[in-house]
Structures are given as structure tokens and as C-alpha cells.
């Protein structure tokens, strides 16, 4: 199932991802869900919100969705997340499930992770 | 919230401890671990630091009303639940009740890209949640050092882990924090130079083949602490350390007695059988009789209704009470009826240590008034002497402590005095009952002596022990020219004696019958002889008086006569007239 969906990205997924399948169908705004998790206004999360916003915009125009999120003001989400450092990028979709930790300033390794495979 | 102060140390500030109410511990801790701080379990795999941990919260939950978080990188929550349900924690419900939060921190290596600078503030975040939304007292964490095997910069996290004890310590709650055993250092990954004050080190050790978990406090700063390594149980009912280091020589004593069982050994025994609370041991080679001792003492202690505990090492408790009724104990109505429990178990189950903690655990459970312990000398095959005379006096000393008459009994090889068990252990007991076979004339035969009785003028004689169906009975030996005898040899000396004196009894019957003879001969004859004088007295007389007859007539005679001449002389005078006066009768 997990070959269907990196074959057909833009297909809906399997069932078992239920809500983002669904916000996704909706939003069609592509096929990467990620989500940002910062503690905070601290040097370390500023940076890493200016990084992946870049690399949205420069690798992934139009077929993203970005999610940042404060945990402190949600540390409910750190749970629910499993998130230990901070800052950390979750690439909820497509699979598999990857994390980015740190500042993401180290741009190579962050699209090697993401996949994306058309660079510049 | 129970805190413990010590005052061992002349410090300003006294440091509190909070219990942790996992057993024995809170002992040799001197009340619990550091309050409000975080406190290092570090051990091998499998030695028990999860289930340290994890009983250090729920106890804390359920005896101490405190709140408790466990942070587990190891096993997800459910798998916990389901583990800790196998020793009776339900932690579903305590859960349910905002007693316990189980929180699982996954961390997978493969799906972790490090991009650039970071820090743990996640997990502080997760964890300073976890506690506020319970209010939680106590954390643990296990393994923390599953850290590092998920990130790479040690750099990072070193400097976060020392931030997380100072976390810790600023929220105010009791930690234990678990670490795996390192190669050279306590932990893997050195957990111990962040957590400064509390270090407790487990092990599972195995020698001869017998595995035996130690408990070990390395460090506590500013307290005095048990420095041994004690060993500890895990089991049903959790985590259990025995504090063995020997609790000291104040214990009380009791002055009043308990019978033995045995009238006649009560007897020997000032009549009124052993104090209570002192210890017994009763030594003898096989088949001597030692367990039906036991037996007799649990009886009575039984049928006085006093709780007793049997820790038997040999036989199966079936098999006890089979073999008791033989001797007409019926030790299964004391099981029944509660007031009596057998604990068998085979000596090398588990090492001495763990044959202690058993037995503190099961004496703590049952509060017996009388323990048995059948045969002591057996546990000699699961150690070492020396370490079986520290087991036994810590053992002894504990029951003194609590007053409970230990009864042991004790397997010597050879029959003789003075054999291995007896050096180590003489010195603790209080009585010392010896049985020994007597050999002669082909044949064993039992017999007892009181070797000591501390405190008491107990009896010097060897008294026969005899197994009959109704009990077992103490009877005197025969002691005599021919040495001590007993059994066949006894009852053969007894039917001697007894026909040596029917026949003296006879001979001085039949001595008697002559007597009565001969005097009934003599008097036949002294009759025999009055009657012939008898006789021949009235012949005299009739003699005598004819002859006084005589003379008076011959008196008259000559009167007449003279008269008749008219003479002038007179009769002779008249002092021969009685004796012619009786001739006269003749």
C-alpha cells in the first residue's frame, strides 16, 4: 500500500492516515504535510521557521502544508507528536514518517530527507 | 506526605527523604530517597530498575498519596500495563484516577535527521505537562539513556541531561532516574555525575548456580545509609530488600514459656518447656526424630491456638503431615484451620539470601508465634558456612526481635557431636536438644539430651525417645553397671531386674513359711512338754498330800494312844503339820 502511495502521490491515501487524508483531499494544496514543532520564540526556532519556510517555497511551491506549532503554548502536541528535541520537523506525509531535528539549516540533508528530488 | 527526617548528620538543613514505601528499602535508605531530588538506579538488564521505578511510583500513588509520572523510552504504555498487571499493579486504574501518567517517549534513530543546532526542550515540555496535569510528586524515567542512541551530539546531550536533573530538582519532585550497568562506570553513558545524591546499584549474580539479586546503595550524600549488599526478591507482590545486616543485640526477652510438646521434656525443661521467643535447635543424624520434635511443639503451639509457620526444606507438606499421623499428630487440622502454614521449597531454588528474604516475607505475612524451620542444615547445601552463620544470625535476630520461638532442626552427619552445622550455629541458639541413636545389641534405639538451655536449670539426664502411636514419649534409660541402655537393651535389663527380684521376693517368702514353721513346731513342743508336767505335777500333789494324810492319822494315832496311856509327852510341834498335813492328803 505505502508503494501506491509514493507511486500516485497525488491519489488518496490509505485509510489509516484518516484526518490528513481528508484535510489534504480538501486543501489540495499537495502531497507533503509537515509540521513544524518549536519551544518557543528562541534563536534556535526562528531560524528553523525562516529554513523550511524558504525551502517550501523554493522546492515545494504548491504542494505542501505547513504547520507550525508552539509547544509550549500546546505541549499536548509534544506528546501526541513524540516530540523529544526542539526544534523538530515531522514530515507527516508523504511516508515514511521523518524527523528533522535543530535548526534546519543544513538545506542538503533536509531534502535528501524529504525527498524531493528535483533540485536546483 | 510521610517525610522521614535523620539526624545522624549535624547539618543545618536536614535532608528530607520521602519513602518510598517499596519493602525493606525505606530501611536501609534511613526513610527513603533524597526528597525532591533525583536518585540514579543503575544495574544490568533484567535486574529490576523498571520495577523499581515503577513500584516506587505506585506505592507512592497508593500508600502516599502522591502523584507520580513515568517517563518510559522502553516500553510503550500499554506494555507496561500489561507487565505490572502480572504483579498486581493495576495502573489502568490508577491512571484513571490521576495517580499515575504513563508516558512513552519513542525515539527511533532511522527517522531522525539532525539538521543543525537543537536542544531537548521537547521532552522538558512533555515531562513538566506530564506533572502538572497530575500534580505529580514523583517521576520515573527508563531508560534515559535510550538518548543516546537516538541522537548523535553527546555534546547537546550532556548539556541537556545536566539541565534536566536541575528541571527535576526546580519542579520539586522525588526522581529515580534508571541507568543501564556500564562496562567500568555504574552507568553507560556516566548518568552518575549528573545525579549527584542517590545512587542505588543493582545486581544479578549467579554462584553455584543459584541466581540471587543484591540491591547496593553506592551513594547518599548526607545521610547514613546501609552500605551491604542486600539481596532483594522480586515477585507477585513486587520488590522486596531485606535489610540483613544484623539488627543488634537489644532485642527483648520474653520470660515466659512454651511447652515443647512433650510432657516429659517440659519436665526436663524446669517442667515448664522453652521461653518464648528464644531459638531451639534441635540437632541429630538421620532418623532421629528431629522433625517429629518439630511436630510435637507445633502441635501443642497449635492446639494452644498459636500461629505457627513450618518452612520445610525436605519433605513436601502432604508428605509432613502423612508421616506425622503415624505418630498420631493431625497437623492437617491445624492447616485448615489456618493457624498452621507450611512453606516448602527445595534449598538450591535460589540462594540463601533469597531462602531469607523468603522468610522474612513469609513471617512478615503470616506473623507466626513459632517457626520452624526443617532442617536448618540444609541450606548449607545453597552456601557456604560462613555465609549460613551470618543468614542465621540475622535470621535469629530477627525473630528475637519479634518474639517468635524459632524451633530448628538440624542434620549432623555421623551422629557425633560437634559437626559442621552445630559450630556456626550453637553459639546463636538458646536451647540445644541433642537426639542421637544409641547402637548395642544389634539395634538404634533414640535418645535425648538437653546439651543447653540458656536461662533455665534443665535436666543433665539422657532420656529415650521413643516414636509410639501415640505421640513420642521420653522415658528414662537405664543407667547401670552395664552402661546407658535403651530400647530392646532396657526393656531385656528391665525383665532381668524384674525376675531378679520376683525370686528375691520368693526366697524370703519361702524364709518366712520356715519361720512360721518352727515356731509352730516349738510351741507344739512346749505345749507337749506343759501337759507331761502338768501330769506330773498332780502325781506330787496326789503324793504329797497322801503323805500329810498319812502323818496326821499316824499323829492321831500316837495321840490316841498316849491318851490312852495317859502319857505326859506332847506331840511334836506343830511346825512340821503342814507338810504332814499334805502327806495327810496323800
Redesign the interface.
Known amino acids: 500500500m505505502s508503494e501506491t502511495k509514493q507511486d500516485d502521490a497525488l491519489s488518496p491515501l490509505g485509510d489509516t492516515t484518516g484526518e490528513f487524508q481528508l484535510a489534504l483531499e480538501e486543501s489540495g494544496t499537495g502531497n507533503y504535510l509537515l509540521r513544524l514543532?518549536v519551544?518557543g520564540m528562541?534563536p534556535?526556532s526562528i531560524?528553523?521557521i525562516e529554513n523550511i519556510r524558504q525551502i517550501c517555497a523554493e522546492h515545494l511551491e504548491g504542494r505542501y502544508q505547513l504547520e507550525i506549532i508552539d509547544?509550549?503554548r500546546q505541549?499536548?502536541f509534544?506528546?501526541e507528536g513524540?516530540?523529544?528535541?526542539?526544534?523538530?520537523?515531522v514530515k507527516e506525509l508523504p511516508p515514511?514518517?521523518?524527523?528533522?531535528?535543530?535548526?534546519?539549516?543544513?538545506t542538503e540533508?533536509?531534502l535528501l530527507?524529504l525527498d524531493i528530488r528535483t533540485k536546483r | 506526605m510521610a517525610e522521614t527526617t535523620i539526624n545522624e548528620t549535624p547539618v543545618l538543613e536536614i535532608l528530607q527523604k520521602c519513602p518510598t514505601g517499596i519493602k525493606g528499602l525505606d530501611e536501609i535508605t534511613g526513610g527513603g530517597l533524597p526528597l525532591g531530588r533525583p536518585a540514579l538506579v543503575c544495574g544490568g538488564t533484567g535486574c529490576g530498575k523498571t520495577l523499581l521505578a515503577m513500584e516506587f511510583l505506585v506505592r507512592g500513588a497508593t500508600e502516599y498519596d502522591e502523584p507520580g509520572v513515568f517517563i518510559s523510552f522502553e516500553e510503550k504504555s500499554e506494555e507496561l500495563t500489561k507487565n505490572f498487571a502480572s504483579l498486581g499493579f493495576d495502573l489502568n486504574d490508577l491512571a484513571a484516577r490521576g495517580k499515575l501518567l504513563l508516558?512513552y517517549?519513542?525515539?527511533e534513530r532511522s527517522?531522525?535527521?539532525?539538521?543543525?543546532?537543537?536542544?531537548?526542550?521537547?521532552?522538558f515540555?512533555?515531562m513538566?505537562?506530564?506533572m502538572d496535569s497530575i500534580g505529580a510528586k514523583r517521576v520515573a524515567i527508563d531508560t534515559i539513556e535510550t538518548?543516546f542512541s537516538?541522537?548523535s551530539n553527546e555534546v547537546i546531550l550532556r548539556s541537556e541531561l545536566r539541565r534536566l536533573f536541575r528541571f527535576l530538582k526546580d519542579k520539586g519532585v522525588t526522581a529515580v532516574i534508571t541507568g543501564e550497568q556500564g562496562e567500568r562506570t555504574l552507568t553507560r553513558f556516566g548518568l552518575e555525575e549528573y545525579v549527584a545524591d542517590c545512587v542505588i546499584f543493582l545486581s544479578h549474580q549467579v554462584a553455584n548456580q543459584i541466581a540471587t539479586r543484591r540491591l547496593r546503595i553506592v551513594k547518599y550524600r548526607g545521610s547514613t545509609h546501609g552500605t551491604n549488599e542486600y539481596p532483594f526478591l522480586l515477585d507477585e507482590q513486587g520488590f522486596s530488600v531485606m535489610p540483613i545486616s544484623s539488627i543488634g543485640l537489644d532485642h527483648s526477652a520474653p520470660t515466659d514459656r512454651v511447652s515443647t510438646g512433650i510432657p516429659r521434656l517440659d519436665s526436663m525443661l524446669e517442667g515448664k518447656g522453652y521461653y518464648r521467643g528464644s531459638s531451639v535447635l534441635v540437632t541429630g543424624s538421620a532418623g532421629t526424630g528431629k522433625s517429629s520434635l518439630a511436630a510435637h511443639f507445633v502441635d501443642a503451639a497449635c492446639r494452644r491456638g498459636q500461629r505457627c509457620l513450618y518452612f520445610a526444606f525436605e519433605e513436601s507438606r502432604n508428605q509432613i503431615i502423612r508421616n506425622m499421623r503415624s505418630i498420631g499428630l493431625d497437623l492437617g487440622q491445624w492447616v485448615d484451620k489456618g493457624v498452621l502454614e507450611f512453606r516448602n521449597s527445595r534449598p538450591t531454588l535460589y540462594g540463601l539470601e533469597m531462602h531469607l528474604v523468603v522468610m522474612h516475607r513469609a513471617i512478615e505475612e503470616f506473623r507466626p508465634a513459632i517457626v520452624v524451620i526443617d532442617p536448618i542444615s540444609n541450606l548449607l547445601s545453597a552456601a557456604s558456612e560462613m555465609e549460613v552463620k551470618s543468614m542465621l544470625s540475622r535470621l535469629i535476630d530477627y525473630l528475637k526481635m519479634k518474639e517468635i520461638t524459632a524451633f530448628c532442626s538440624a542434620l549432623t552427619v555421623g551422629g557425633g557431636e560437634g559437626g559442621r552445622t552445630e559450630e556456626g550455629m550453637s553459639s546463636l541458639m538458646d536451647s540445644w536438644i541433642l537426639l542421637q541413636s544409641l547402637e548395642g545389641a544389634g539395634e538404634r534405639n533414640r535418645s535425648l539430651y538437653i546439651l543447653k538451655s540458656r536461662g533455665m536449670r534443665h535436666s543433665n539426664q539422657v532420656r529415650e525417645f521413643c516414636l509410639t502411636d501415640n505421640g513420642a514419649k521420653l522415658q528414662d534409660v537405664y543407667v547401670g553397671s552395664g552402661g546407658v541402655l535403651a530400647g530392646a537393651g532396657r526393656i531385656a535389663q528391665e525383665a532381668r531386674e524384674k525376675a531378679e527380684a520376683l525370686e528375691r521376693s520368693q526366697e524370703i517368702e519361702c524364709k518366712q513359711r520356715d519361720l512360721e514353721r518352727k515356731k509352730a513346731l516349738v510351741e507344739a513342743r512346749i505345749a507337749a512338754l506343759r501337759i507331761g508336767f502338768d501330769s506330773e505335777e498332780d502325781e506330787l500333789e496326789r503324793a504329797i498330800s497322801r503323805g500329810k494324810l498319812h502323818r496326821e492319822v499316824v499323829t492321831q494315832d500316837t495321840l490316841a494312844m498316849g491318851r490312852a496311856r495317859e502319857a505326859d509327852a506332847t506331840p511334836p510341834p506343830e511346825g512340821n503339820a503342814p507338810v504332814s498335813g499334805k502327806r495327810e492328803r496323800r
Not at chain 1, 513524540?82 to 520537523?89: D, K, N, S
Not at chain 1, 521523518?98 to 539549516?105: E, N, Q, T, V, W
Not at chain 2, 527517522?111 to 521532552?123: A, K, P, V, W
Open positions: 514543532y519551544s528562541t534556535n531560524r528553523a509547544i509550549y505541549p499536548i509534544a506528546k513524540q516530540i523529544v528535541a526542539a526544534p523538530t520537523l515514511p514518517l521523518r524527523k528533522f531535528i535543530g535548526d534546519l539549516s543544513q540533508r533536509i530527507g | 508516558d517517549v519513542h525515539i527517522e531522525i535527521e539532525e539538521t543543525g543546532e537543537y536542544d531537548l526542550e521537547g521532552l515540555i512533555r513538566g505537562y506530564a538518548l537516538g541522537f
